[in-house]
């Protein structure tokens, strides 16, 4: 099967029945759990032989063009060894046709081709034990590759010109003597033959003639667990919605104008702009050696100064009122047209008429005005000059300014337009020059823009123009052509009308809540500092925390001011912040507008541990209720001798009061209403304290009760330190009092936690009633994410329920879809021979998520949990929640592996 495929199989012939799960765990090695009814071999109550084993197959080479897959298998080596063999089988495939053979020990050897080549390098691989050793469940590593004799099987696979209908035809080493012999019946003849049919994707059914006669049915269920299926689910998620560019652009520039001025700009240039001949070019700052100022320079810089950059920032560094006079420049670009008198007209007059007459770039026509009169101007205006910051020379004819007040200046002149300049070439693009107002009080106004941009004007347009072409433009640009405002009185006005509209508008906090609410998550607070919001939720809804911040963020992109650039977003549980994740707004601008990725916004993204004193910051009201009230149940068990299946129907109700900030009171309770497996009473034979074995006295005696009641306290000691205590009724079996510490260390793949119950038995009816054993039990746990395949290992080390010490080891692999399959095993102090039957405490997890087969949300997870035989030793606590599993949808790893699918 391909890597992480899950495969559940059904046989029906003779002399067995069998069902089996077989999973890909990695891709060299599959795994398989096998239970069988062989109707041909009795147990010693001379009943059918129920056999619960595993498998496991090791691939040591992949198939190439010129070498065959081969592979080595182990089959029921953790069992009975009833059916236990070992075999190295090699496969090629040629066309149409897939050819295997194979060499078999054990059973695999039963009919006998050659004697066991191993024995003559030691003669112990010449003897193999039989079935049946001791109590069962045990590795039986003194079977592997002995025996006698060795055996030869193989198999030929066509696929027919039948679309999905292949026939197969093997032959087999396995004999099945210990059939033959307790039902007489022949079961020797080694030829089997069959058909398989795929009639849909990830099904097969097969049909075979076995041991020349019997006819068997074989069904085949195969899946892919790391298949995303949140795409198909009903509730899609919302559009990142970018904001508006010039709503953008006008905010920047805004910004950028109260930015403070900076002491280290690159290539900057000081141009004065309230005197003559005060504009130095780059030729003569590069023979000072200064490109970029110091201190120094910037303290001693000509007043009424603008510096301007190649990366677009400008800032005022002085008055012009005490500026000395800067040194001439050779090629003047800029005209005074501050003078009143009729000297400094014709001055200006007879500079522009030498300009126009040494440059083509103007023609012969007289100068108009856009935005002005000829009325006359008070001889206290403020001086005013026009500067063309776009032009290789710069004219303008000008009359005097003029003004209602000092204050309030009210220029009125005549300035160079388009149609008064020619290009140099008959082809080139007209590109008419920015012209802008500049007066003593600071105050800058454009009265033209370009169609094409130079660098200079790019530069001088960022700073005279922060809204242009915005939305609220209106609000920002308050001044027309013949009012205009300073930066300060501009910033001042913009704020005022902010607040005018916000106070005849809904809180845009409640507006962003109100959209985050309507993605299913809690809202716990959310505030706006600045350009920043943070906002607290708690997740309650799907299953990734990575879905919730994606939601989030797709909310309040939509909501959000335009002026908001970060979002905060925290995630909780059970009122414990867990982790931070700050998003740039302009990255989901770039993702809405399909010029970014996801991978680029997780780059630009912040991810820490949350701050334990956000706690503080939730503004929920307490207590506060929450229950799922009334909904249907089901517990179901697999693989019983007495009942290979049983299933019990019933129905459950839980709440949840949330008192104060992590305090909680829960419980839950349920009736059985039908139950197939009709328990029957009777206390158990195990020799060690009965805290798991007397399962069957819970069944029967509590078909009404409840499962847990119980007082938690969920706090955060430190960014990476979680603490839970809690007690109460813990679960179906125990109530007691304890808790747990948990140390995380943020983007680790290791963890570490310590937990400490002490803990009484419950009667066996599920109520109030308690038992005489006591005894306390616990673990230090080493959480550890292995690097490769998503597989995961946990080791528990301690105390368990039963009074015994050992170490309980786990291996899972979890894909990104929230799909767990894994196994686990614990040794204690407790030999085989006490812990009874199976030898020591093992078996399978398989974890599926509602979501991943449901078309909705929800955190729900069914957990079956496979074992040979229910035993005492190695037990642990059920119904706690581990802090290891509610931190982990939180966890800096699964956000970054679920980021691509939840923002894509």
């Given amino acids: 099967m391909p890597d992480g495929y899950f495969s559940a199989a059904a046989y029906v012939g003779q002399p067995d029945i069998r069902s089996s799960l077989t999973f890909q765990a990695l891709p060299w090695m599959e795994v398989t759990f096998r239970y069988t009814v062989d109707n041909a071999i009795k147990d010693a109550g001379n009943r059918s032989l129920h056999d619960r084993s595993f498998d496991v197959k090791f691939r ?39 050819f295997s053979a194979g060499l078999g020990w054990g059973r695999l050897a039963s009919r006998k081709t050659f004697t066991n080549p191993l024995s003559y390098i030691y003669s112990g691989f010449g003897r193999r034990p039989g ?52 039902s007489g019946v022949d079961y020797s003849f080694p030829v089997n033959a069959g058909f398989n049919y ?137 005209v005074d047209l501050t003078q009143s008198d ?36 008070p001889s206290n205006a403020p001086k005013t000059r026009f500067v063309d910051l776009t032009q290789d020379t710069q004219v303008a004819d000008a009359t005097s300014a003029n003004t209602d007040s000092p204050s309030k200046p009210n220029v009125r002149t005549n300035v160079p337009t388009p149609a008064d300049t020619a290009p140099a070439r008959a082809d080139a693009e007209e590109k008419p020059g920015i012209v802008f107002l500049i007066s003593e009080t600071g105050g800058i106004q454009k009265l033209r823009r370009p169609r094409a941009v130079s660098l200079t004007s790019r530069l001088t347009d960022e700073i005279a123009k922060p809204a242009l072409g915005a939305k609220n433009a209106d609000r920002v640009m308050l001044a027309s052509n013949d009012d205009f405002m300073t930066v300060a009185q501009r910033a001042v006005a913009f704020e005022q009308a902010a607040d005018t509209e916000q106070a005849t508008a809904p809180p845009i906090a409640q507006t962003m809540a109100s959209a985050v609410e309507a993605q299913n998550l809690e809202v716990d607070a959310i505030k706006v500092q600045g350009d920043v919001v943070r906002i607290i939720v708690t997740n309650n809804r799907y299953l990734r925390d990575a879905e919730a911040v994606a939601r989030t963020a797709r909310a309040l992109s939509a909501t959000a001011p335009p002026e908001i650039e970060y979002f ?112 029957r009473g009777g206390i158990s034979n195990s020799v060690l304290p009965h805290v798991r074995s007397d399962v069957a006295e819970y069944q029967l005696k509590g078909k009404y009760g409840f499962s847990d009641l119980q007082t938690s306290y969920a706090f955060k000691i430190a960014p990476e330190i979680y603490a839970r205590v809690a007690a109460g009724y813990l679960e179906d079996m125990f109530a007691g009092a304890g808790g747990e510490v948990l140390y995380r260390p943020w983007g680790k793949r290791w ?41 995961y290992a946990i080791v528990r080390a301690g105390r368990f329920l039963a009074g015994d010490y050992g170490a309980n080891f786990e291996v899972v692999r979890k894909f990104s879809t929230g799909m767990e399959i894994g196994a686990w095993a614990t040794f204690t102090n407790v030999s085989a021979a006490r812990f009874g039957e199976g030898s020591f405490d093992k078996g399978i997890v398989i974890r599926i998520p ?55």
């Fill in 751 to 791: 963890a570490i936690g310590v937990d400490v119950w002490a803990v009484q038995q419950r009667d066996f009816n599920r109520l109030f009633g308690l038992r005489d054993y006591r005894t306390v039990t616990g673990q230090a746990t080493l959480y550890y994410k292995l690097p490769w395949h998503d597989v």
């Fill in 850 to 904: 509602l979501e991943w087969v449901a078309p909705f949300p929800s955190r729900n997870v069914y957990n079956l949990e496979l074992r040979s035989i229910q035993r005492d030793g190695g037990q642990r606590l059920d119904g706690v929640q581990r802090l290891y599993d509610m931190t982990d949808p939180s966890d800096y790893g699964e956000i970054a592996e679920q980021w691509n699918s939840v923002f894509g």
């Fill in 568 to 679: 905060q977003i925290v995630t909780a549980r059970e009122d414990v912040p867990l982790t931070s994740v700050l998003l740039s707004r302009t990255q989901l601008d770039a993702l809405a507008n399909h010029s970014g990725a996801p991978v680029s916004l997780f780059q630009s993204a912040v991810l820490e541990p949350a701050d334990p004193t956000l706690r503080d910051s939730i503004e929920k009201d307490y207590p506060s209720f929450d229950s799922d009230y009334i909904f249907p149940t089901l517990q179901q068990s697999f693989f019983d001798p007495d009942r290979p299946y049983a299933a019990r129907l019933g129905v459950g109700t839980d709440f949840l009061l949330s008192v104060l900030p992590g305090l909680t009171v829960e419980g839950a309770a349920d009736a059985v209403l039908y139950d197939t497996s009709k328990p």
């Fill in 198 to 334: 795929r009639p849909w994707p990830g099904f097969d059914v097969g049909l075979s003639y076995m041991h020349g006669n019997t006819v068997s049915l074989h069904l085949d269920a195969f899946f892919d667990p790391g298949e995303d299926h949140s795409r198909d689910r009903v509730d899609p998620k919302p559009p990142v919605v970018a904001r508006n560019p010039d709503e953008v652009e006008a905010i920047r520039r805004k910004s950028m104008m109260e930015q403070p001025a900076r002491k280290h700009v690159p290539k900057t240039q000081f141009v004065d702009l309230t005197q003559p001949d005060s504009r130095r070019s780059s030729t003569e700052e590069q023979d000072a050696g200064a490109n970029t100022p110091n201190s120094d320079q910037l303290s001693s810089a000509p007043k009424n100064v603008l510096m301007i950059s190649e990366t677009g920032d400008s800032s005022r560094v002085a008055d012009a009122a005490t500026a000395p006079p800067p040194k001439p420049v050779a090629g003047e670009r800029f």
């Fill in 131 to 182: 079935a049946f050793q001791g109590q069962g469940g045990s590795v039986l590593l003194t079977s592997f590759f002995r025996g006698p004799d060795m055996g030869i099987f193989g198999g030929l696979e066509y696929r027919t010109p039948i679309r999905d209908l292949s026939f197969i035809v093997e032959y087999s080493s396995d004999a099945y003597i210990e059939e033959s012999r307790d």
């Fill in 60 to 98: 040591l080479q992949e198939e190439t063009e010129s070498w065959p897959a081969i592979a080595l298998g182990l089959q029921d080596f953790l069992g009975t060894g009833v059916y236990s063999g070992e075999y190295l089988v090699a496969s090629k495939h040629f066309g149409d046709f897939d």
């Fill in 342 to 377: 009729t000297t400094a007209v014709a001055q200006n007059q007879t500079a522009a008429q030498s300009v126009k007459t040494s440059s083509p770039v103007l023609d012969e026509k007289p100068a108009t005005s856009e935005v002005a009169s000829n009325a006359p101007s």
